[in-house]
Protein backbone atom coordinates (compact mmCIF):
# COMPACT_ATOMS: atom_id res chain seq x y z
CA UNK A 1 0.00 0.00 0.00
CA UNK A 2 2.71 2.70 1.06
CA UNK A 3 4.53 2.11 -1.87
CA UNK A 4 2.00 3.06 -4.56
CA UNK A 5 2.36 6.68 -5.69
CA UNK A 6 -1.34 8.24 -7.11
CA UNK A 7 -1.23 10.83 -9.21
CA UNK A 8 -2.58 13.29 -6.59
CA UNK A 9 0.52 12.34 -4.80
CA UNK A 10 2.89 13.02 -6.80
CA UNK A 11 4.82 16.30 -6.72
CA UNK A 12 3.38 19.22 -9.17
CA UNK A 13 6.47 19.70 -12.29
CA UNK A 14 8.06 22.75 -11.98
CA UNK A 15 7.25 25.27 -15.16
CA UNK A 16 8.64 25.25 -18.49
CA UNK A 17 9.74 29.46 -18.89
CA UNK A 18 6.27 30.95 -20.64
CA UNK A 19 3.83 27.69 -19.20
CA UNK A 20 1.20 28.13 -17.39
CA UNK A 21 -0.35 31.43 -19.34
CA UNK A 22 -3.83 31.77 -19.10
CA UNK A 23 -6.20 34.19 -20.86
CA UNK A 24 -10.10 34.43 -21.77
CA UNK A 25 -12.79 37.71 -21.94
CA UNK A 26 -15.87 38.44 -23.10
CA UNK A 27 -18.03 41.09 -24.43
CA UNK A 28 -22.00 41.45 -23.52
CA UNK A 29 -24.80 43.64 -24.36
CA UNK A 30 -26.93 42.92 -21.30
CA UNK A 31 -30.45 42.68 -21.06
CA UNK A 32 -31.61 46.37 -21.71
CA UNK A 33 -28.57 48.23 -23.89
CA UNK A 34 -30.06 48.63 -27.59
CA UNK A 35 -25.83 47.70 -28.69
CA UNK A 36 -22.67 47.02 -26.93
CA UNK A 37 -20.50 49.83 -26.08
CA UNK A 38 -17.45 48.33 -24.53
CA UNK A 39 -14.58 47.22 -26.34
CA UNK A 40 -11.62 44.81 -25.46
CA UNK A 41 -8.36 43.29 -26.40
CA UNK A 42 -6.44 40.80 -25.63
CA UNK A 43 -2.50 40.56 -26.85
CA UNK A 44 -0.92 37.83 -25.80
CA UNK A 45 2.10 37.85 -27.56
CA UNK A 46 2.58 41.91 -25.66
CA UNK A 47 1.49 40.33 -22.91
CA UNK A 48 -1.11 43.01 -22.59
CA UNK A 49 -5.05 43.36 -21.97
CA UNK A 50 -7.42 46.47 -21.99
CA UNK A 51 -10.96 47.50 -21.58
CA UNK A 52 -13.26 50.34 -22.36
CA UNK A 53 -16.39 51.28 -21.77
CA UNK A 54 -17.58 53.69 -24.06
CA UNK A 55 -20.23 56.78 -23.62
CA UNK A 56 -22.39 59.02 -25.64
CA UNK A 57 -25.06 59.75 -28.07
CA UNK A 58 -26.43 57.14 -30.47
CA UNK A 59 -22.90 54.78 -31.27
CA UNK A 60 -20.62 57.40 -30.56
CA UNK A 61 -19.48 55.75 -27.12
CA UNK A 62 -18.68 52.11 -28.67
CA UNK A 63 -16.60 54.36 -31.44
CA UNK A 64 -14.89 55.77 -28.59
CA UNK A 65 -13.99 52.79 -26.49
CA UNK A 66 -12.78 51.20 -30.08
CA UNK A 67 -10.63 53.79 -30.70
CA UNK A 68 -8.57 53.89 -27.05
CA UNK A 69 -8.58 49.89 -27.40
CA UNK A 70 -7.23 49.86 -30.77
CA UNK A 71 -4.78 52.96 -30.26
CA UNK A 72 -3.46 51.73 -27.07
CA UNK A 73 -2.54 48.32 -28.61
CA UNK A 74 -1.26 50.04 -31.64
CA UNK A 75 1.57 52.27 -29.42
CA UNK A 76 2.39 49.74 -27.40
CA UNK A 77 2.78 46.63 -30.02
CA UNK A 78 4.73 49.49 -32.25
CA UNK A 79 7.47 50.60 -29.23
CA UNK A 80 10.13 47.97 -29.90
CA UNK A 81 11.34 47.63 -26.84
CA UNK A 82 12.95 44.24 -24.92
CA UNK A 83 12.05 42.83 -22.01
CA UNK A 84 15.25 44.47 -20.52
CA UNK A 85 14.52 47.92 -22.11
CA UNK A 86 10.71 48.31 -20.44
CA UNK A 87 11.53 46.90 -17.06
CA UNK A 88 14.35 49.92 -16.67
CA UNK A 89 13.69 52.85 -14.61
CA UNK A 90 13.36 56.69 -16.68
CA UNK A 91 15.54 59.00 -14.07
CA UNK A 92 13.39 61.66 -15.20
CA UNK A 93 9.95 60.72 -13.51
CA UNK A 94 11.31 57.37 -11.20
CA UNK A 95 8.84 54.86 -12.76
CA UNK A 96 9.41 52.27 -15.56
CA UNK A 97 9.97 52.27 -18.99
CA UNK A 98 6.66 50.24 -19.31
CA UNK A 99 4.36 52.22 -17.16
CA UNK A 100 6.08 55.30 -19.05
CA UNK A 101 5.00 53.40 -22.28
CA UNK A 102 1.50 52.51 -21.20
CA UNK A 103 0.58 56.46 -19.91
CA UNK A 104 1.84 57.93 -23.23
CA UNK A 105 -0.30 55.20 -24.86
CA UNK A 106 -3.72 56.40 -23.17
CA UNK A 107 -2.90 59.94 -23.61
CA UNK A 108 -2.58 59.17 -27.57
CA UNK A 109 -5.70 57.34 -27.22
CA UNK A 110 -7.18 60.44 -25.73
CA UNK A 111 -5.95 62.97 -27.77
CA UNK A 112 -7.43 60.60 -31.08
CA UNK A 113 -10.45 60.57 -29.43
CA UNK A 114 -10.85 64.16 -29.11
CA UNK A 115 -9.92 65.02 -32.58
CA UNK A 116 -12.35 62.05 -33.89
CA UNK A 117 -15.23 63.69 -31.67
CA UNK A 118 -14.38 67.61 -32.96
CA UNK A 119 -14.36 66.09 -36.48
CA UNK A 120 -17.75 64.70 -36.31
CA UNK A 121 -20.70 66.28 -34.96
CA UNK A 122 -22.55 63.41 -34.18
CA UNK A 123 -19.51 62.43 -32.29
CA UNK A 124 -19.46 65.31 -30.13
CA UNK A 125 -18.94 64.23 -26.73
CA UNK A 126 -18.71 60.85 -26.23
CA UNK A 127 -15.72 59.23 -24.25
CA UNK A 128 -14.99 56.65 -22.91
CA UNK A 129 -13.20 54.67 -19.60
CA UNK A 130 -10.39 52.17 -19.99
CA UNK A 131 -7.98 50.34 -17.93
CA UNK A 132 -5.26 48.21 -19.36
CA UNK A 133 -3.00 45.47 -17.41
CA UNK A 134 0.66 44.83 -18.94
CA UNK A 135 2.67 42.05 -17.97
CA UNK A 136 6.65 42.19 -18.21
CA UNK A 137 9.86 41.22 -16.12
CA UNK A 138 8.28 39.24 -13.20
CA UNK A 139 5.66 42.94 -13.10
CA UNK A 140 2.51 43.95 -13.72
CA UNK A 141 1.97 47.56 -14.80
CA UNK A 142 -2.06 48.93 -14.29
CA UNK A 143 -3.68 52.09 -16.14
CA UNK A 144 -7.58 53.37 -15.55
CA UNK A 145 -9.30 55.91 -16.17
CA UNK A 146 -13.25 56.24 -15.05
CA UNK A 147 -14.58 53.35 -12.83
CA UNK A 148 -13.54 50.48 -15.32
CA UNK A 149 -11.33 48.14 -12.91
CA UNK A 150 -8.40 45.91 -11.65
CA UNK A 151 -8.66 43.03 -9.43
CA UNK A 152 -6.27 40.46 -7.69
CA UNK A 153 -6.92 37.53 -6.61
CA UNK A 154 -3.86 35.54 -4.85
CA UNK A 155 -3.82 33.40 -2.04
CA UNK A 156 -7.59 33.08 -1.51
CA UNK A 157 -7.46 36.75 -1.25
CA UNK A 158 -9.58 39.14 -3.51
CA UNK A 159 -8.56 42.50 -3.64
CA UNK A 160 -9.49 45.57 -6.05
CA UNK A 161 -6.51 47.51 -7.04
CA UNK A 162 -8.00 50.02 -9.13
CA UNK A 163 -10.12 52.83 -7.58
CA UNK A 164 -12.87 54.15 -9.25
CA UNK A 165 -13.11 58.18 -10.46
CA UNK A 166 -16.87 58.87 -9.97
CA UNK A 167 -18.86 61.14 -7.59
CA UNK A 168 -19.69 58.15 -5.49
CA UNK A 169 -16.45 57.13 -4.42
CA UNK A 170 -15.35 60.68 -3.49
CA UNK A 171 -18.73 60.87 -1.45
CA UNK A 172 -17.61 57.49 0.00
CA UNK A 173 -13.84 58.44 0.96
CA UNK A 174 -14.99 61.70 2.40
CA UNK A 175 -17.61 59.70 4.72
CA UNK A 176 -20.59 61.24 3.16
CA UNK A 177 -22.19 57.92 2.08
CA UNK A 178 -21.74 54.16 3.91
CA UNK A 179 -20.87 51.20 1.28
CA UNK A 180 -24.50 50.07 1.55
CA UNK A 181 -25.35 53.69 0.20
CA UNK A 182 -22.61 53.30 -2.11
CA UNK A 183 -23.85 50.29 -3.65
CA UNK A 184 -27.82 51.36 -4.13
CA UNK A 185 -26.77 55.34 -4.90
CA UNK A 186 -28.72 56.14 -8.47
CA UNK A 187 -25.09 58.33 -8.90
CA UNK A 188 -23.28 55.52 -8.57
CA UNK A 189 -22.51 55.75 -12.27
CA UNK A 190 -21.07 59.34 -13.05
CA UNK A 191 -17.38 59.13 -13.46
CA UNK A 192 -15.09 61.89 -12.88
CA UNK A 193 -12.81 61.14 -15.21
CA UNK A 194 -12.90 59.53 -18.69
CA UNK A 195 -11.08 59.56 -22.44
CA UNK A 196 -12.01 61.94 -24.92
CA UNK A 197 -13.31 64.61 -22.74
CA UNK A 198 -10.79 67.12 -21.86
CA UNK A 199 -7.69 67.73 -23.20
CA UNK A 200 -5.63 66.20 -20.80
CA UNK A 201 -5.85 62.45 -19.61
CA UNK A 202 -5.58 61.63 -15.96
CA UNK A 203 -4.48 58.25 -15.87
CA UNK A 204 -3.86 56.57 -12.45
CA UNK A 205 -0.54 54.33 -13.06
CA UNK A 206 0.29 51.21 -10.72
CA UNK A 207 3.08 48.49 -10.47
CA UNK A 208 3.22 45.00 -8.75
CA UNK A 209 5.33 41.89 -8.33
CA UNK A 210 3.55 39.34 -9.91
CA UNK A 211 3.33 35.98 -8.80
CA UNK A 212 3.14 32.43 -10.60
CA UNK A 213 -0.69 31.82 -10.37
CA UNK A 214 -2.10 35.07 -9.42
CA UNK A 215 -4.99 36.18 -11.68
CA UNK A 216 -5.93 39.11 -12.66
CA UNK A 217 -9.18 40.38 -13.56
CA UNK A 218 -10.52 43.46 -15.42
CA UNK A 219 -14.17 44.35 -15.73
CA UNK A 220 -16.32 47.17 -16.39
CA UNK A 221 -18.98 48.89 -14.30
CA UNK A 222 -21.84 45.86 -16.03
CA UNK A 223 -19.99 43.11 -13.89
CA UNK A 224 -19.07 45.21 -10.80
CA UNK A 225 -22.43 46.71 -10.71
CA UNK A 226 -24.27 43.51 -10.79
CA UNK A 227 -22.17 40.91 -8.94
CA UNK A 228 -21.18 41.27 -5.33
CA UNK A 229 -17.30 41.21 -5.11
CA UNK A 230 -17.70 38.04 -3.01
CA UNK A 231 -19.56 36.30 -5.92
CA UNK A 232 -17.06 36.85 -8.40
CA UNK A 233 -14.29 35.28 -6.19
CA UNK A 234 -16.07 32.28 -5.95
CA UNK A 235 -16.11 31.61 -9.22
CA UNK A 236 -12.98 32.03 -9.60
CA UNK A 237 -12.67 29.39 -7.43
CA UNK A 238 -15.12 27.38 -8.49
CA UNK A 239 -13.15 26.51 -11.91
CA UNK A 240 -9.64 26.61 -13.09
CA UNK A 241 -11.18 27.42 -16.68
CA UNK A 242 -10.82 30.89 -17.37
CA UNK A 243 -13.30 30.68 -20.01
CA UNK A 244 -15.64 28.86 -17.96
CA UNK A 245 -15.45 31.30 -15.41
CA UNK A 246 -15.53 34.53 -17.82
CA UNK A 247 -18.90 32.88 -19.01
CA UNK A 248 -20.61 32.15 -15.57
CA UNK A 249 -19.72 35.61 -14.50
CA UNK A 250 -21.40 37.16 -17.73
CA UNK A 251 -24.64 34.95 -16.91
CA UNK A 252 -24.23 36.08 -13.66
CA UNK A 253 -24.49 40.00 -14.00
CA UNK A 254 -27.07 38.59 -17.13
CA UNK A 255 -29.62 37.01 -14.44
CA UNK A 256 -28.80 40.09 -11.84
CA UNK A 257 -30.82 42.09 -14.31
CA UNK A 258 -27.80 42.66 -17.57
CA UNK A 259 -28.68 47.13 -16.77
CA UNK A 260 -25.37 47.72 -18.80
CA UNK A 261 -22.77 46.10 -21.33
CA UNK A 262 -20.72 43.55 -19.49
CA UNK A 263 -17.55 42.50 -20.12
CA UNK A 264 -14.65 40.47 -18.28
CA UNK A 265 -10.89 39.56 -18.99
CA UNK A 266 -8.97 37.05 -16.81
CA UNK A 267 -5.63 36.43 -16.95
CA UNK A 268 -3.68 33.59 -15.13
CA UNK A 269 -0.01 34.24 -14.91
CA UNK A 270 2.23 31.51 -15.15
CA UNK A 271 6.24 30.56 -15.41
CA UNK A 272 8.04 34.03 -16.38
CA UNK A 273 8.95 34.04 -20.48
CA UNK A 274 12.42 33.78 -20.18
CA UNK A 275 14.38 31.51 -17.57
CA UNK A 276 15.18 34.26 -14.97
CA UNK A 277 14.54 37.82 -14.52
CA UNK A 278 17.43 40.03 -16.77
CA UNK A 279 18.34 41.33 -13.56
CA UNK A 280 18.60 37.90 -11.50
CA UNK A 281 20.69 36.72 -15.01
CA UNK A 282 22.71 39.84 -13.95
CA UNK A 283 23.31 39.06 -10.53
CA UNK A 284 24.58 35.54 -10.94
CA UNK A 285 27.46 36.16 -13.17
CA UNK A 286 30.89 35.66 -12.16
CA UNK A 287 32.26 39.03 -10.81
CA UNK A 288 34.87 40.42 -14.27
CA UNK A 289 37.72 42.31 -13.79
Not at 5 to 32: C, F, I
Not at 42 to 47: G, K, T
Not at 169 to 178: A, F, M, P, R, Y
Request: proline fraction near 2%; charge should be negative; aromatic fraction near 4%.
Amino acid sequence: MGLLKTKAAEKAKPLKPGEGWAYAGKTDVGRTRAHNEDSIAINEPLQLVALADGMGGYQAGEVASKIAIDVLTEEISVSKLTERDIAKIDPETGTSVAMRRLRSAIEKANNRICSVSREKEELDGMGTTIVAACFYDGRVGIAHVGDSRCYRFRDGSFEQLTRDHSLVQEQLEKGLITENEAHASPQKNLITRALGIDALAQADTQEFRTRTGDIYLLCSDGLSDMVENNDIKRELERSADLALVVKRLVDRANDAGGRDNISVIVVRVGAPLEDGQWWQKFLAKPATK
